[in-house]
């Protein structure tokens, strides 16, 4: 138990509009933290102050013990930040955009080409190496940014929306990349709109909502903390869903009942909602195989992170 | 890729950091090592031919004209001749440098904004100050006027030296005390005229959002400033042929010093404006 990152009542005002108000986060070592909120939620002024680049109002925040406001220089050498409007240069190759910054991190010029050469196999650009920055794809343009913010071997990396505006496989990649990140050790604290893919590879998740932090935790603990109900949807063999609307009714933690039909699916099948654990799920299914229930699939519907998001939020923005 | 970075970097002086400035990668980078960071630059440095002409023209016309209003003898003007040579080349590279320091300058920070890696860049251990410096510097280095203009001022200064020697006898103490301040002013003003495009440059460009805007907003200002001191000048001239002042060479002097202490306090505006927004990261523009 090491706290790497802590953030107390931490306060940020753009003159009369509160951005983010007493937040209060701790984060571990190794940890990955999906920083979860809606547009002007707070999560990029979060992370500009834990970057050292905004000054808080008030509160604090300390990164690896040092604090972002009073050893800036101390704080900038233990992390790595990928902002959300991620800069590269254009007119330089992609070789050129890493020895570069290589070289204003004070790597020595012997060290820069090996160095180069690994972190080009972790982002995958090896091929990419002499290519122009400008002729990569956004998605490549990313990982090479990634790939930049690695290049002083930082212990904390901190990614604004590392993947806003990537095509689904390239998602994928940018998702298996952090978790190789995480496996190399680094604690990594990243932002995102995507809620499915946080839930994969985060081991943490917080939900920001106007300034404030409406929900930490793991997801299980989430979901607990939400009491959120899980939609899960149920086919059957034939359209005679009656029998299985019976048992499903009479089951004290089942909430609304749809059928399939209402909205707009194949008429064998129907979704409930669910309030009750792992458990008691395991126990509804066996009991309605056991009742004879013709069942071909029982599923809870990936929709369901983005019912704690939404549940959480409230559509309410700053 | 381990590697542990310098703790000390914050507290290495400038004349240290001068001194290493050649291998500084932000000066590296301004000139070109890695990729080319200013295409304002590289795009106008395809017309300097045309900006070497006007400026020949501009600096032979618009040069000397005050040199030949010091009352000398009939006798010494071929020393006034002596003097306008290098000074009408100074004049020449002094049009030049107005109009591509700014191209230089004028992008080197409001290209990184626009691209979003200014951040970035100030997130390295590299120092604001640092960063700043290594880029006026870098960039000012591509522009090829530098030797040909320490030349011709040593040219001017010589010149002068022997002039003033070779005249001595002929003239009373003041007139050549006059006379050779205003040879001093002549040979500094290139010299502040430059530098304070380049520093006008560099300020504007850490509040423009594009480059573009940095460049036109320099231009207007290092023009406007030039303007206001021919409108001063021709103020001071009627001033002189009405007669309210009638000692020439004291004018000639007076106007000179104005000029050079209008662009001094130029430069040191820009260079304290910049020192302030180095102290801190938060005020400057990003997206
Ligand atoms: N420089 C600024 N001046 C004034 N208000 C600002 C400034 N920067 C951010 N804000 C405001 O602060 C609030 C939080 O913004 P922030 O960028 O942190 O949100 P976010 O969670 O990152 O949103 P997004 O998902 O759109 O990136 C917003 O209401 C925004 O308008
Ligand atoms: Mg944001």
Redesign the pocket.
């Known amino acids: 138990m090491s706290a790497i990152i802590e953030i107390k009542g931490l306060t940020k005002r753009y003159g009369a509009l509160t951005a983010l108000n007493e937040l209060n986060l701790t984060i571990e070592k190794g940890d990955v933290f999906g920083f979860i909120g809606p ?1 002007g939620a707070g ?2 002024t979060t ?1 500009r102050i834990l970057t050292t680049l905004l000054r808080p109002t008030s509160g604090r925040a300390q990164i690896a013990g040092y604090s972002v406001t009073d050893q800036p220089n101390e704080v900038r050498r233990v992390i790595g930040y990928m902002p ?1 409007f991620f800069g590269v240069y254009d007119d330089m190759k992609v070789w050129e955009y890493l020895d570069f910054f290589a070289a204003c991190y004070d790597v020595p010029v012997n060290q820069r080409k090996g160095m180069i050469g690994d972190l080009l196999a972790l982002v995958d650009l090896e091929n990419k190496r002499d290519a122009q920055v400008e002729s990569l794809s956004r998605g490549m343009k990313q990982r090479l940014c990634l790939a930049r913010t690695l290049a002083h071997d930082p212990q904390v990396l901190i990614l ?2 590392p993947a806003s505006g990537l095509d689904p496989r390239a998602r994928i990649e940018m998702r298996e990349l952090l978790r190789q990140l995480q496996m190399m050790g680094k604690t990594i604290f990243f ?1 995102s709109h995507i809620l499915s893919e946080v839930a994969d590879i985060c081991t943490n998740i917080g939900i920001m909502e106007a300034g404030q932090l409406v929900a930490f935790g793991d997801i299980e603990d989430m979901r607990r903390q939400l009491q959120v109900q899980r939609l899960i949807q149920a086919r059957i063999l034939g359209e005679e869903t009656a029998p299985l609307k019976d048992i499903l009714f009479q089951h004290p933690q089942v909430g609304k009942i749809t059928d399939g039909r209402e909205v707009e699916l194949t008429p064998d099948i129907v979704r409930f909602d669910f309030g009750g654990t792992d458990e008691e799920l395991s126990q509804l299914l066996r009991h309605l195989i056991e009742a004879d229930i013709p069942m071909i699939s029982f599923s809870e519907e990936i929709g369901d992170l983005e019912d704690v998001f939404m549940q959480a939020t409230k559509g309410v923005v700053s | 890729m381990s590697n542990k970075p310098p703790t000390q970097s914050d507290s290495i002086s400038i004349r240290q950091f001068i001194f290493t400035l050649r291998q500084n990668p932000i000066y590296l980078r301004e000139q070109g090592h890695w990729g080319e960071p200013n295409s304002i630059y590289a795009n106008i440095n395809r017309y300097s031919p045309f900006v070497i002409m006007g400026a020949l023209v501009l600096g032979v016309c618009g040069g000397n004209n005050f040199l030949s209003t010091i009352g000398m003898n009939s006798g010494t003007e071929w020393l006034i001749l002596l003097l306008c040579i290098p000074n009408a080349f100074m004049q020449m590279l002094t049009w030049g440098g107005l109009f591509m320091v700014p191209a230089l300058t004028a992008p080197s920070v409001s290209e990184e904004i626009k691209r979003g890696t200014w951040e970035i860049l100030m997130l390295t251990p590299q120092p604001v100050h640092h960063i700043l410096f290594a880029k006026l510097f870098g960039s000012l280095s591509r522009l090829r006027i530098w030797w040909l203009l320490i030349i011709m001022s040593v040219l001017q200064g010589g010149v002068t030296i022997v002039a003033a020697a070779t005249a001595a006898s002929a003239f009373d103490a003041v007139s050549l005390a006059t006379s050779l301040m205003v040879a001093i002013g002549l040979l500094l003003q290139p010299w502040l005229e430059i530098g304070y495009a380049a520093l006008v440059g560099l300020t504007v460009s850490t509040w423009a959002q594009t480059s573009r805007a940095a460049l036109i907003t320099s231009y207007s200002i290092i023009f406007g400033t030039k303007l206001v001191i021919w409108l001063l000048s021709l103020l001071l001239i009627s001033i002189l042929t009405v007669g309210i002042l009638d000692n020439e060479s004291l004018f000639t002097v007076g106007f000179s010093f104005m000029r050079i202490f209008m662009y001094a306090g130029g430069i040191a505006t820009c260079a304290a404006v910049l020192y302030r927004r180095s102290l801190s990261v938060e005020t400057w523009s990003s997206k």
Do not use: A, I, L, P
Request: hydrophobic share 10%; net charge negative.
């Open positions: 547009n999560k990029t992370m959300d604004d929306e932002s």
